[in-house]
């Protein structure tokens, strides 16, 4: 049965994952995958998620299913934090939020729900984007191609170019836009520009689909979630925002995310629900509980969500402590290139420029684990791992 089947590649990524495992290198660090460690190199469990998980063992509960979208405290509480409480949208009863398997669930209950709807519709990524984009949006039917978007030459965002491919893309078209912290580059656009993707997005009659994976590792919750609200404020009535909290809660493992369909009022919104539904019912049923338990409880107990607040500034402020560090000893070590973009990216990552034999020399020469892309996890430098970094980036520039 199975003689026919052909070896599938590594995820690039995640791949890296294992080669790094097998490294003997005694000075070692991973900046592959995108993980946030803390300054002891440790994948943190944040006090209000162990808080939170205290007192659920306290009040201990049998497992139940839950419903096909999820604890309904849960989906409210995203609701909350992607559109803020008071928003008008949710008063009207205008936004389907159901509790994913991740963000990358969000994301493919989306492509699921959208392939029904409009099977010949095209989807556009970012150039580049998170692999998975692609993949994923392909394995959902979708033919995928990409907007412009890195330029490597002035280091940020060919905005012009961007606009234009928008521009040309048929009326229907998926367009999945980074909401903060873009994924590889590390390059957002301004508010400014938003609010031009935004009038393009509405002339052209595209279908935005805003993956937030990432909210608060930029300048903050309500700032990065902005521009969500520029997009009520411009009045795009229908669109699809993914929630992820693996990064934000550090609970990678749990699987915990959402996605939220904006929609003309609550009449569709009751009819979207009911499709969403049948995507979760016919992937996997009905999600898991215990992650999103732990999150809705932060979310929902002001003593935790305060904690919780102040744990993801944190982690924001270490990242750019990092990216500030890594810019000041790459030019003391010597070397001439500016790296002060750096500091200009947000979130995890760093397009740093290298390239993928560069990134390979890192590897082999030194254990310093990248993407082949030339990107870095700056969440993963520490005190102890940046001073072996830089030695290694400067000595293969
Ligand atoms: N979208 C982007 C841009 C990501 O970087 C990630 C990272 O994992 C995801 C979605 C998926 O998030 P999750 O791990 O919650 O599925
Ligand atoms: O880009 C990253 O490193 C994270 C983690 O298939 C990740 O988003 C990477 C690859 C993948 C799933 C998650």
């Not at 003689?3 to 991973?30: C, M, S, W, Y």
């Not at 979130?347 to 990107?375: H, I, T």
Request: a neutral charge.
């Amino acid at each position: 049965l199975f003689a026919a089947v052909e070896l599938a590649p590594r995820d690039p990524i995640l791949g890296l994952n294992e080669q790094f495992a097998a490294d003997t290198h005694p000075a070692k660090v991973n900046l592959g995958v995108g993980v946030y460690f803390d300054d002891a190199g440790k994948l943190p469990l944040l006090a209000c998620v162990k808080a939170a998980e205290a007192a659920m063992t306290e009040a201990a509960k049998p497992r139940g299913y839950l419903p096909i979208d999820g604890i309904a405290a849960y989906d409210k509480a995203v609701q909350g934090l992607v559109f803020g409480a008071d928003s008008a949208v949710l008063k009207a009863g205008r936004v389907a939020t159901v509790q994913a398997i991740g963000g990358t669930g969000g994301l493919k209950v989306g492509a699921d729900f959208l392939k029904k709807l409009n099977p010949t519709a095209k989807v556009l990524i970012s150039d580049p984007s998170w692999e998975n984009h692609r993949a994923l949006f392909t394995n959902a039917g979708f033919e995928v191609g990409t907007y412009a978007y890195y330029d490597a030459d002035n280091r940020g965002v060919k905005f012009d170019a961007l606009l234009a491919d928008l521009d040309a893309a048929a009326a229907g078209t998926v367009v999945v836009l980074h909401a903060c912290c873009h994924n590889p580059t590390g390059y957002d656009i301004t508010p400014t520009q938003w609010d031009q993707v935004i009038a393009t997005v509405k002339a052209k009659g595209l279908v935005p689909f805003l993956d937030m994976a990432y909210q608060g590792f930029g300048d903050g919750i309500a700032e990065d979630g902005a521009v969500v609200q520029q997009f009520l404020a411009n009045g795009v009535d229908s669109f699809f925002v993914a929630t992820s909290f693996s990064k934000s809660f550090s609970l990678y493992g749990e699987r915990v995310g959402a996605l939220s369909v904006v929609c003309a009022d609550a009449d569709e919104q009751k009819r979207v629900l009911s499709q969403l539904k049948i995507a979760i019912r016919t992937n996997y049923s009905n999600p898991p509980t215990h992650g999103a338990q732990m999150v809705a409880t932060v979310l929902d107990t002001p003593a935790l969500r305060a904690q919780w607040e102040e744990e993801l500034a944190g982690m924001r402020v270490r990242i750019k402590q990092m990216r500030t560090l890594l810019v000041e000893k790459l030019a003391a070590a010597g070397v001439k290139t500016d790296f002060s973009f750096i500091t200009r990216q947000r979130g995890m990552f760093s397009y740093s420029g290298l390239s993928k034999a560069q990134m390979e020399r890192l590897r082999a020469e030194f254990g310093v684990y990248g993407v082949d892309s030339g990107r870095i996890c700056v969440a993963a430098l520490n005190s102890k791992n940046i001073d072996h970094v830089v030695a290694a980036i400067a000595a293969v520039v």
